[in-house]
C-alpha cells in the first residue's frame, strides 16, 4: 500500500467532516426561522443541539471502539446513512418533541461516527506530520461555515425550515456515502510508533481510561468545548439583535471559518514544531479571552474581529488532542480513547446552546453568556497545564 494514499484518507476525513458537521451546525441559522414558523421557543429549538452534543458523547466511544474492531470504513458508512436519514425525519417532525428526538437524539448520536472513527484511521497513518494531518482533517470541518452555513442561509431564502433539512439530508447521502468507500486501514508499517512518545504496548483500556492523563485530557476537553459551544451556537442570534441582518450575521461564521482553517493549519505546524501540549495550553489561555470579546462587540466590523481571533484559536486548538492521544496510547485503541475525549467534548458542546437559550430568555441578552464562558475557558486551560506524558516506569507500576 503507497504510503501516498494516506493524504486520500485525509482528503475523505476532511470532506465528510465539512458536509455532515455543516449540516448539524445548520440549527444556528434555522434557528429564528423555525421559531417564528413553528411558535416553539428558543430554548426549545436550542435544546435539540444540546440532545445532540449529548447523543454524541453517549455514542462516541461505541463508534470509536467499533473502529478500532472493524476498521473506519464500515463504521463511518453506517453512520453516513443513518445520518441522512435522521436529518430526513428531523425535517418532518411534527412537534417539537419529535425534533428534538430526531434531530438531538438520531442526529446527534450518528455525528459522532465521523469523528473518532476518522481521527484514529488518520493519525494510525501517519509517524510524521501527525499534527499537520489531522488538522488538514479539522480544517476540512472547519469549511462548514464558510461553504454549509452560507449555503443554508440562501436555501432559507427560498425555502421553508422544513424543505431545507430535507435537501440537506440529500447532499449529506451524495457526499459522504461514497467517500467513506475510500476510507483503508493504515498500512502496518504506519502502525509502528517510533521515538521518545511511544506509548507502551501493553497498556489495557483500563489501564488507559484510568489513567491521570486520560481524566486531565476529557476534563481539558469538556471545559474547552463548552467555552467555545455557546458563542458558536448563539452568535446570529446576536448578531441581529445587535440590528444586524441576516445574511451578515451569518457571514461572521464565514469570517470564524476561514480564520479557523488558518488556524488548524498554523496549530498543526507549530504543534509538530513546537510539541502539542504547550502550544495546547496557550491556545486555550487566548481562547478565554476571545470569548469575552464577544461581550463587547456589537457591529458588524467588531464581531468580524473578534470571529477571526476566536475562530483562529479553538478551531486551532481541537486536533492537539488527538495527537496527545497518539503520542500516549496505544494505536490498538485509538477510536476508544479518541472517543472519550470526543464524549467529553460533545458534553461540554451541549452546554452552549440551552446555557445561552436560557440566559437570553431569564435576562433578555447574552452578555452573562460570555462572562461564563471566558470563566470555563480558564478552567480548561489550568487543567491542561497539569498534563504529564506516560513514562515507562509509571506503566509498569500499574497492575493489569
Not at 484511521?121 to 488538522?135: E, H
Not at 489561555?285 to 458588524?300: P, T
Request: contains cysteine; aromatic residues 10%.
Amino acid at each position: 500500500m503507497d504510503s501516498s494514499y494516506r493524504w486520500v484518507i485525509v482528503a475523505a476525513g476532511g470532506l465528510m467532516g465539512c458536509v455532515a458537521m455543516g449540516a448539524m451546525f445548520s440549527l444556528p441559522v434555522l434557528l429564528t426561522p423555525m421559531a417564528e414558523a413553528t411558535q416553539w421557543s428558543r430554548t426549545g429549538i436550542s435544546a435539540a443541539m444540546t440532545i445532540g452534543f449529548l447523543s454524541m458523547a453517549v455514542t462516541a466511544m461505541i463508534w470509536g471502539a467499533l473502529s478500532d474492531r472493524f476498521g473506519a470504513r464500515p463504521v463511518v458508512l453506517t453512520g453516513a446513512v443513518l445520518f441522512s436519514i435522521s436529518l430526513w425525519l428531523a425535517g418532518h417532525a411534527p412537534s417539537l418533541l419529535a425534533f428534538q428526538l430526531s434531530f438531538g437524539l438520531l442526529v446527534g448520536g450518528t455525528m459522532g461516527a465521523f469523528f473518532a472513527p476518522m481521527m484514529a484511521t488518520v493519525t494510525g497513518w501517519f509517524t510524521t506530520q501527525r499534527s499537520l494531518a489531522v488538522s488538514l482533517v479539522s480544517a476540512g470541518m472547519g469549511m462548514a461555515p464558510v461553504t454549509m452555513s452560507p449555503l443554508v442561509a440562501r436555501l432559507v431564502g427560498a425555502y421553508d425550515w422544513r424543505t431545507v433539512l430535507t435537501i440537506l439530508s440529500a447532499i449529506v447521502a451524495a457526499v459522504t456515502i461514497p467517500t467513506a468507500l475510500l476510507l483503508r486501514r493504515p498500512p502496518m508499517q504506519a502502525m509502528q510508533v517510533h521515538g521518545t512518545d511511544s506509548p507502551p504496548a501493553d497498556m489495557t483500556v483500563r489501564q488507559a481510561v484510568t489513567s491521570p492523563q486520560f481524566i486531565v485530557l476529557v476534563a481539558t476537553n469538556f471545559f474547552c468545548c463548552a467555552t467555545h459551544s455557546g458563542p458558536i451556537f448563539h452568535t446570529v442570534s446576536y448578531a441581529e439583535i445587535c440590528g444586524i441582518s441576516a445574511l451578515a450575521a451569518v457571514s461572521i461564521y464565514s469570517v470564524e471559518g476561514i480564520a479557523g482553517m488558518g488556524g488548524r493549519i498554523g496549530f498543526g505546524l507549530m504543534g509538530d514544531r513546537f510539541g502539542a501540549k504547550p502550544v495546547l495550553v496557550a491556545g486555550l489561555l487566548v481562547q478565554a479571552i476571545g470569548a469575552l470579546g464577544y461581550y463587547f462587540a456589537h457591529e458588524l466590523a467588531q464581531f468580524y474581529a473578534v470571529a477571526a481571533l476566536f475562530g483562529f484559536i479553538y478551531a486551532g486548538i481541537m486536533p492537539l488532542y488527538s495527537v496527545l492521544v497518539r503520542e500516549n496510547f496505544p494505536i490498538k485503541m485509538l477510536g476508544t480513547i479518541m472517543g472519550g475525549t470526543g464524549m467529553a467534548g460533545s458534553l461540554g458542546m451541549a452546554t452552549g446552546p440551552v446555557l445561552g437559550g436560557w440566559i437570553f430568555d431569564t435576562t433578555g441578552g447574552y452578555g452573562a453568556l460570555y462572562i461564563t464562558c471566558c470563566g470555563l475557558g480558564l478552567a480548561a486551560f489550568l487543567i491542561a497545564m497539569t498534563f504529564r506524558p506516560f513514562n515507562r516506569s509509571q506503566m509498569t507500576a500499574q497492575p493489569v
